[in-house]
């Protein structure tokens, strides 16, 4: 009877542990595709020269918020400058959901660029002249970019001293490769980046 319930205890056990080791996979497993591993991930990212801050010595800057971004670059079909019948794809506009390190959606980004966290929080965006521009390591995914605030736009609340948009760790979002046949065609490219906001000291 003692041997009985000696081989039942160790059976129970096994597949206790089973059931916390596929657990603890499966979180793994999550935590990978989550906003907040982008986010943390994007910390230990090395950041080319072209789209990397200031050190605004001897004050330095401080980050004022990370966002990861989920959504498309939509695009439109116009014909291609001194090729007429042919078309290409032209940017249009991002759209996409804002994700804090909780995981949650706490804002949108759509065309302007703006980011929005509420009425209250805002920021719109405009290139540097030149414009700071880096490659994606991925051949398929849009460029990275340092932005500074837009001339003639109040950024408010959270943003209202942001001077500088780093957009990082980009995944697809590139224009298709395939070229219109039209001029009414558009395409919704799916991306992901991260968002950082920063503010000289």
């Known amino acids: 009877m003692k041997h009985l319930k000696s081989t039942v205890t160790t059976l129970l056990l096994a597949v206790l542990l089973t059931a916390a080791v596929s657990s603890c996979k499966k979180n793994r497993e999550a935590d990978v595709s989550s906003p907040a591993y982008h986010i943390n991930e994007s910390e230990s990212m090395v950041i080319p020269a072209a789209v990397d801050i200031p050190a605004n010595l001897p004050n330095g800057n401080s980050r004022v918020a990370t966002f990861f971004a989920e959504g498309v670059q939509k695009y439109k079909a116009q014909v291609k400058a001194g090729s007429p019948g042919i078309y290409e794809w032209v940017f249009v506009a991002p759209q996409a959901a804002l994700y804090d390190a909780g995981n949650k959606i706490v804002g949108t980004h759509g065309a302007g660029p703006f980011w929005q966290l509420s009425p209250l929080d805002s920021i719109f965006a405009q290139h540097f002249s030149p414009a700071k521009t880096a490659a994606s390591s991925n051949a398929n995914s849009i460029?990275?970019?340092?932005?500074?605030?837009?001339?003639?736009?109040?950024?408010?609340?959270?943003?209202?001293?942001?001077?500088?948009?780093?957009?990082?760790?980009?995944?697809?979002?590139?224009?298709?490769?395939?070229?219109?046949?039209?001029?009414?065609?558009?395409?919704?490219?799916?991306?992901?980046?991260?968002?950082?906001?920063?503010k000289k000291n």
């Not at 001339?151 to 995944?171: D, E, L, P, S």
């Not at 490769?177 to 906001?197: C, G, H, M, N, W």
């Open 143 to 198: 460029d990275w970019l340092l932005l500074m605030p837009k001339a003639g736009k109040t950024a408010t609340g959270v943003f209202a001293n942001v001077a500088y948009i780093q957009r990082i760790a980009t995944v697809g979002g590139k224009a298709p490769a395939v070229l219109p046949q039209s001029d009414t065609e558009t395409a919704e490219v799916k991306y992901t980046a991260i968002y950082r906001f920063t």
